[in-house]
């Protein structure tokens, strides 16, 4: 498969501009201390000397994880991410959000995986969505670049309307809940929190599971800076932010569906990236998703 180089990646995507209208809208918050807690193996966790960069690392013995404070339904979700470099086939660099702490039967999620590789082999991001432990829906995606030589913007857009997944601030992946009929299978319910780990997968994330993790190349780690979420923080029993008010810009109706440079940055991916697409796999389901029959056009 070639992929075009970035030069000819039309019309890139001029996004929203995020800004904050009201107290119940979330905060900026610079520092990991302000917005995460490490969730295991703090000993593989690193920073640089004046705090704004984060390292996660992979040995043989274990990886790391950290989370946010705080948890969120609806808003805009965005993270710089540098991959593992080198052969880090079996290694699993994952930037999720999910409304447990741990990964419950009846927990509501939103992936971003990437799928280590060996050297000189492309990067694979696989993207999913869980609703009541129900996952499935996968795809996987090429990249455009090399995502282990810089840091590159990974961001969720999700509101009642849709999942947006954003690289670089272009929509890679559209999960719908509008039209005719609704999607059954929207996370829409339950708040969450965002996490990323890294951890071993050799069992399936490189070719299967043929590509095994090479041990000798550890420790292996990604980097993260700039994290940045312009969302409806959770409050019990319900936040106001929660209803469908259009005060927050990523309840608006321009906010609801692509916008038309969008759509033709979206339609490049559509016919270069994907490399898997669940809701073409009809030997996996012979009878497709509800949501399949969705248009991400809309």
Not at 73 to 80: L, V
Not at 82 to 111: F, I, N
């Amino acid at each position: 498969m070639v992929i075009s180089p970035m030069a000819f990646l039309p019309f890139i995507t001029a996004l929203i501009s995020v800004f904050l209208t009201s107290s119940q809208a979330a905060a900026p918050k610079t520092s990991f201390e302000d917005n995460f807690s490490i969730m295991f193996s703090e000993n593989h966790f690193k920073t640089s000397e004046d705090g704004n960069t984060w390292f996660l690392s992979l040995d043989k013995e274990t990886g790391c994880g950290f989370q946010t404070k705080e948890k969120y339904r609806f808003g805009w979700f965005s993270m710089k991410l540098k991959l593992v470099g080198g052969d880090s086939a079996g290694v699993v660099t994952a930037y999720y959000m999910c409304s447990e702490k741990e990964a419950g039967p009846e927990r509501d999620e939103v992936d971003f995986e990437f799928l280590g590789n060996r050297t000189g082999q492309p990067y694979l991001i696989q993207t999913n969505v869980y609703k009541n432990g129900v996952g499935g829906r996968e795809m996987r995606h090429v990249l455009w670049f090399d995502p282990t030589e810089e840091f590159h913007t990974y961001s969720i857009l999700w509101n009642n309307h849709q999942l947006v997944f954003f690289v670089d601030r272009v929509p890679i992946r559209v999960f719908k809940n509008n039209g005719e009929k609704k999607n059954d299978f929207f996370p829409n319910e339950k708040p969450m929190y965002l996490f990323s780990s890294i951890w071993n997968a050799d069992d399936w994330a490189t070719r299967g599971g043929l590509e095994k993790t090479n041990w000798k190349k550890a420790p292996f780690v990604s980097s993260y800076k700039d994290f940045s979420v312009d969302g409806c923080r959770w409050e019990d029993p319900y936040p106001a932010c929660v209803s469908t008010t259009t005060k927050y810009w990523w309840d608006q109706y321009d906010a609801w569906h692509l916008n038309d440079d969008q759509k033709k940055d979206f339609a490049w991916v559509q016919r270069n990236l994907v490399i898997y697409d669940y809701c073409k796999d009809v030997e996996r389901y012979p009878k497709l998703p509800g949501e399949c029959s969705l248009s991400p056009w809309d």
